[in-house]
């Protein structure tokens, strides 16, 4: 019964490069959530998505980020042209409905270097 | 101050003895969540009070809410070494739906119990 699955766990990219962070929610899950943590920051919400459906992506920078849930296999952050700024670990969390007080579970998170 | 701010920011205490640990936010929410993190893992979910409860119990946990101060503490209690961890809380908008996933979080507390 394995819990959210993300890979890589660490990921170093130079300016200008894209990076690729993926996500495997739990089994029976088919809600995704996409939180960012900054240095000395607490999480923020980035991007909600359902499968092949982006349901929030209020907390999404408008350029350079995007995000997608395919009908088969992980979701996918997508971050082009990585500035140092975007150095972060990402965390991806799934919930069975997205309904009400249901609890999330979170992933162990992607550590981002950005050289 | 941001919403969702923990404090203290660290903790130490000596095992058996009760951590109390405390949350001020800012606008109106529908829940309050509390996460721990382990160094290097996800966040996991511990409990979540509603804007209409004022405590909560889960095994050694003890989450109060007080709404007209905007505020909530964890207290944990007989703690062990294996408590050790991050601890965050987390405020779901009061214009959620109930919907949980648009979260913020404070930036912490540090709880380390020594053996």
């Known amino acids: 019964n394995a819990g959210v699955m993300q890979n890589p766990r660490h990921l170093v990219r130079r300016r200008g490069q894209e990076a690729r962070l993926r996500c495997s929610p739990m089994?029976?899950?088919?809600?995704v959530y996409w939180y960012r943590q900054l240095p000395e920051e607490g999480l923020k919400f980035m991007v909600y998505l359902q499968k092949e459906n982006i349901i929030d992506e209020s907390g999404m920078p408008k350029e350079r980020f995007s995000a997608e849930f395919p009908k088969e296999g992980p979701s996918i952050l997508r971050i082009q042209q990585v500035v140092r700024g975007d150095s972060a670990a990402y965390f991806c969390?799934?919930?069975?409905?997205?309904?009400?007080?249901?609890?999330?579970?979170f992933g162990s998170g992607t550590q981002l270097s950005v050289l | 101050s941001q919403q969702g701010e923990e404090d203290p920011q660290a903790l130490s205490i000596q095992e058996g003895e009760n951590a109390t640990m405390n949350c001020s936010y800012k606008t109106s929410i529908n829940n309050l969540q509390w996460y721990r993190q382990n160094s290097g893992r996800g966040l996991v979910h511990l409990i979540l009070?509603?804007?209409?409860?004022r405590e909560k119990h889960s095994g050694r946990l003890r989450v109060t809410l007080d709404t007209s101060k905007k505020s909530s503490s964890l207290l944990i209690t007989a703690s062990r070494a294996a408590d050790t961890a991050s601890y965050f809380c987390?405020?779901?908008?009061?214009?959620?739906?109930?919907?949980?996933?648009?979260?913020?979080f404070g930036k912490g507390t540090l709880l380390t119990v020594n053996p």
């Open positions: 987390a405020t779901a908008p009061e214009n959620s739906g109930g919907s949980n996933y648009k979260l913020t």
């Open positions: 969390a799934s919930s069975r409905s997205g309904q009400g007080n249901e609890k999330l579970f």
């Open positions: 009070i509603r804007s209409n409860e």
């Open positions: 089994k029976g899950h088919s809600h």
